[in-house]
């Protein structure tokens, strides 16, 4: 009996943390269902990584800074982390920890030098684990959260330092040293102000941090020192969701679906916001932004399973009221699908879901494409062949 074998994927699985990811400037890679797609975006064809054998779901993605590698984080009886060569979609390594009660890892990421893994486990150990990856050699462990009620959202390395990592929390932010596979804890440069909700944190240098808070308040922290209070505008009090740096500042993803642009300033607050422009339709929860290597486009994951795109490189140039996001791919729905129906004559298929919405793809647009396009060269190429010979004939004849 013939193998079946996945050909498209229609939706995104939006509760995974950093759900979307570049690989390259024209290829993303985002979850969807319990597999990892890896969309062209030019060719607009998609490959998988499929998840793992009796585990539950997938809870948290990475990409290697050198972008050969993706780790996948899946809910399991211990929680399990595969991470997937991407040029030949092969396994390359199953990690598990051994020693934590956590079902499950919240976070992930890759040092800079892509040798490291670090993964952020979950309830009620709440342990922060660091492996040799490819030799699969533990290296060092950590209780981040002080009691199991507590949560962590966020790891991650410093984008130059293998030794330097920060984690943020539900009233937790810590900054910590790898020394001789141990993790030091560093002096907290919040320790004086009453803690917050720290939803989200990005690296915008080599020891800079900027971090988000539920209330819509931006800390910028430089080494073990706070640098500077960005409190929310009067006229909003939206919760940062996701940050991410770029060149010429930072933009950040609220609750209500908009990104706020902050540039960067002289004045005492480093970063001054410049602009802030909403999805149309759609005020939910941006879980995370991801920005192209060359900052021209900016990737949306929202919670209601949404990816959009964003032409940062035009912002200076937008207005506010137009529409200034695309999805990515199509439409998807944002809950669960109850039913589907193909068509005989045709490559489509249609879709209900509780989102109250009928949803109709193609599956075969690639290659109508591919088709086309052949139909097209050959037309052209026997055209071109037949005036050589005419013109040949012409003056042949005519001489």
């Known amino acids: 009996m013939a193998a079946l074998l996945h050909r498209h994927f229609f939706g995104v699985k939006g509760d995974v943390r950093e759900p979307v990811a570049y690989v390259d400037e024209q290829t993303v890679l985002y979850p969807a269902g319990h597999n990892t797609c890896i969309f062209n975006l030019e060719q607009r064809i998609q490959r998988f990584l499929p998840g793992t054998d009796k585990t539950e779901e997938i809870t948290a993605i990475a990409v290697s800074p050198n972008k050969k590698f993706v780790a996948v984080a899946e809910k399991s009886d211990k929680g399990v982390i595969t991470v997937f060569d991407l040029h030949s979609l092969k396994r390359r390594r199953l990690l598990t920890s051994t020693d934590s009660h956590s079902k499950e890892f919240v976070s992930l990421a890759f040092s800079p030098d892509s040798k490291l893994l670090m993964a952020q486990g979950g309830a009620p150990d709440w342990c922060l684990t660091i492996w040799t990856w490819e030799k699969a050699k533990f290296m060092a462990a950590v209780k981040t959260a002080a009691t199991p009620n507590s949560v962590i ?27 001789d596979s141990n993790l030091k804890l560093l002096p907290n440069a919040l320790n004086k102000r009453e803690p917050q909700n720290y939803q989200c944190h990005a690296w915008l240098s080599d020891d800079r941090v900027v ?19 960005i ?37 005492k607050d480093l970063y001054k916001r410049s602009k802030v422009f909403s999805i149309d339709s759609n005020a939910v929860k941006i879980r995370h932004l991801a920005l192209s290597h060359t900052e021209e486009q900016l990737i949306c994951a929202t919670e209601n399973n949404q990816l959009f795109s964003f032409a940062l490189s035009n912002a200076d140039i937008m207005k506010p009221d137009d529409r200034n996001f695309d999805f990515l791919a199509t439409s998807f729905h ?35 494409f591919i088709r086309i396009f052949m139909y097209v060269y050959i037309f052209i190429h026997i055209n071109i062949y037949v005036l050589f010979m005419y013109m040949y004939f012409y003056i042949y004849v005519y001489m």
């Not at 971090?211 to 500077?228: P, R, W, Y």
């Not at 929310?232 to 642009?261: M, Q, Y």
Request: glycine share 10%; proline share 3%; with cysteine.
């Open 211 to 229: 971090v988000g808070t539920d209330t819509g308040d931006l800390l910028v922290i430089d080494g073990v020192e706070l640098k500077a209070f």
């Open 153 to 179: 959202y966020q790891c991650s390395f410093s984008p130059t330092d293998n030794n330097l990592i920060t984690v943020t929390g539900n009233g937790v932010f810590k900054q910590l040293k790898l020394v």
């Open 334 to 368: 944002s809950g669960q699908v109850t039913g589907v129906d193909t068509c005989i004559r045709k490559p489509l298929v249609a879709t209900c879901g509780l989102d109250k919405s009928v949803h109709e793809y193609t599956y075969a647009y690639v290659h109508i």
């Open 231 to 267: 409190p929310r505008s009067p006229s909003d009090s939206n919760s940062i969701e996701s940050i991410v740096g770029f060149s010429k500042g930072l933009v950040t993803g609220s609750d209500d679906g908009s990104i706020a642009i902050y540039e960067k300033s002289d004045e």
